[in-house]
């Protein structure tokens, strides 16, 4: 990384730097050329301020630490120069309220180079931040850029193939290429197997020596909101999360020495955030997971290696639920950069056989994990065991189980074979009421917690107390473009955009004029 001194006029425009992150920087550009913009500034605004809101409130390093926002009209602008997000929601509401004021569809017209130009000008920005933040030992070295538009994505990566070959490309980890599809209709239950129905059909293209990740998406809250909180997963792949140690020669006792081990290396995923993580969701205490403590894993942040040998096979029938505590985990075969890609690919088929001879048996795995530290009385070494279930798909879950220390005595009284008439009949009744769904889905259910979160990062604004005129921190104005060229990098040269032909969209006009506090955020607050 550069370390080389910037003018003073840039030093005051970034923020101070934060300590070490592995999570890349954040660039979204948004083509705001769409003829559906009214709705997709609608969604896009409340989806990304709705992920942002949890990336604040989450205990921890943050995981979108730096945040850039460019939006593409004739040509790029910046709304919001690389950010430290945690630290700055009430400056993300007012950018989600200027990209709600901006005019509809039908005032740009379509297609040009803007998108290209914000990608130079957002990877020139964060070069000028990175050599910044160097002096003060921040390695935080890295950007994606997420691209979202409604221009056709083949028309987009040829544009960045004949522009970006000149580019200092040093730093950038992945370009998203995200063309935005209008529907009518789409059904809740069908976004999160669409999402992952995206992962799978989406196209990795290697031009230039770097990652162009192609995808579509649903132009609605749900597809979006699930596609921005993959920046809250863990990104670090310096290293795999999780060493699975079964017996080498598969489950025959007889045929293999005990000290023969088989490792399968993994990683970790979170399924679930954890509610303790999030500031004001409990009694005000904040506990994170302790990395050191026997009976408890964490996917984040990914600090330590753990060991998981399997003791035993289980049938799938025979775990019982009340037993099974804590978050749920996916293990997945890892991706660690620093394994050869023959060590890569061994591992993955392996995993994989693991995967289908599990489902094939219908059997689960009791795995005991090897403790990193010893306690301090007396050396002594505290195992806690988990469940691995097999699932159709290339992934394992994994679960802590209980062990005879935690148990607590239970009585489960055995069903009277008769009952009532008149009883029976009252509750068969009610059930009877009751709608029945296949599955349950929790794409169906909201409980107010973004309201929630947005209304406690909302709040200590208005307990600000009055400092003087010269203390005070810059404001963010939407409307001057002179504010926005005091913080954003110098702009490149641009040439013109070509006026092209555009369709018009018959949509509702009314959603892209919000106020910066939505009033269901100030009555949550009265």
């Not at 660039?27 to 942002?52: F, G, K, Q, R």
């Not at 609605?220 to 921005?228: G, P």
């Amino acid at each position: 990384m550069n370390s080389r001194k910037v003018p003073s006029e840039t030093r005051r425009a970034f923020p101070a730097p934060k300590a070490h992150c592995h999570q890349p920087s954040r660039i979204l550009i948004v083509d705001v050329t769409s003829p559906s913009w009214t709705n997709t500034c609608s969604v896009l605004s409340e989806a990304l301020e709705n992920t942002l809101c949890l990336a604040c409130s989450l205990a921890g390093p943050c995981r979108v630490p730096l945040l850039s926002l460019y939006v593409v009209q004739n040509q790029q602008e910046c709304l919001l120069p690389f950010t430290q997000v945690r630290e700055s929601f009430a400056r993300i509401q007012s950018c989600m309220s200027e990209l709600r004021s901006l005019p509809r569809e039908g005032s740009f017209p379509q297609g040009g180079q803007g998108v290209v130009q914000a990608v130079q000008d957002g990877l020139q920005q964060f070069k000028q931040y990175s050599r910044h933040t160097a002096a003060g030992g921040s390695t935080n070295s890295s950007v994606e850029i997420t691209i979202l538009t409604s221009q056709p994505s083949k028309e987009i990566v040829k544009q960045l193939e004949r522009k970006l070959k000149d580019v200092d490309r040093v730093n950038l980890q992945r370009i998203q290429v995200i063309e935005v599809l209008k529907r009518d209709f789409l059904e809740p239950e069908d976004v999160e197997q669409h999402m992952l129905a995206d992962e799978h059909s989406s196209s990795d293209l290697a031009i230039l020596g770097m990652d162009i990740d192609v995808q579509t998406i649903e132009d609605n809250v749900i597809s979006l909101e699930m596609l921005f909180k993959t920046w809250l997963h863990d990104y670090g792949t310096e290293r795999e999360h999780l060493h699975l140690l079964l017996p080498s020669g598969g489950f025959n006792r007889a045929t293999a020495p005990k000290t023969t081990l088989m490792c399968l290396k993994c990683d970790l995923q979170e399924r679930l955030l954890d509610p303790a993580l999030l500031s004001g969701t409990a009694d005000g205490t904040v506990r994170p997971a302790d990395l050191n403590s026997p009976c408890q894993m964490a996917a984040w942040p990914a600090t330590v290696l753990y060991k998981l040998q399997v003791v035993k096979a289980l049938k799938s029938e025979g775990v019982c639920e009340s037993v099974l505590y804590g978050l749920p985990f996916i293990i997945k075969p890892t991706s660690c950069w620093q394994l050869d890609w023959d060590e890569l690919e061994l591992n993955q088929h392996s995993f994989h056989a693991l995967c289908q001879s599990l489902l094939k048996r219908k059997w689960m795995l009791l795995a005991k994990r090897e403790p990193q530290n010893t306690s301090p009385n007396w050396n002594i070494m505290v195992h806690s065991y988990y469940i691995i279930v097999p699932s159709d798909s290339a992934t394992l879950l994994i679960k802590a189980v209980a062990i005879r220390e935690l148990l607590l005595p239970s009585s489960f009284p055995a069903l009277l074979a008769e009952h009532p008439e008149c009883v029976q009949g009252s509750v068969e009744s009610a059930l009877n009421s009751l709608e029945v769904e296949v599955a349950y889905n929790p794409l169906h259910l909201k409980s107010n917690l973004y309201k929630y979160l947005k209304s406690m990062l909302y709040r200590p604004l208005h307990r600000q107390q009055a400092q003087p005129r010269d203390q005070r921190p810059e404001r963010h104005q939407p409307k001057q473009h002179q504010s926005r060229a005091k913080a954003t990098v110098a702009p490149l040269v641009m040439a013109p955009s070509p006026v092209q032909a555009f369709r018009p969209a018959a949509v509702r006009r009314d959603s892209c004029e919000r106020s910066l506090l939505p009033k269901e955020y100030e009555e949550f607050l009265q």
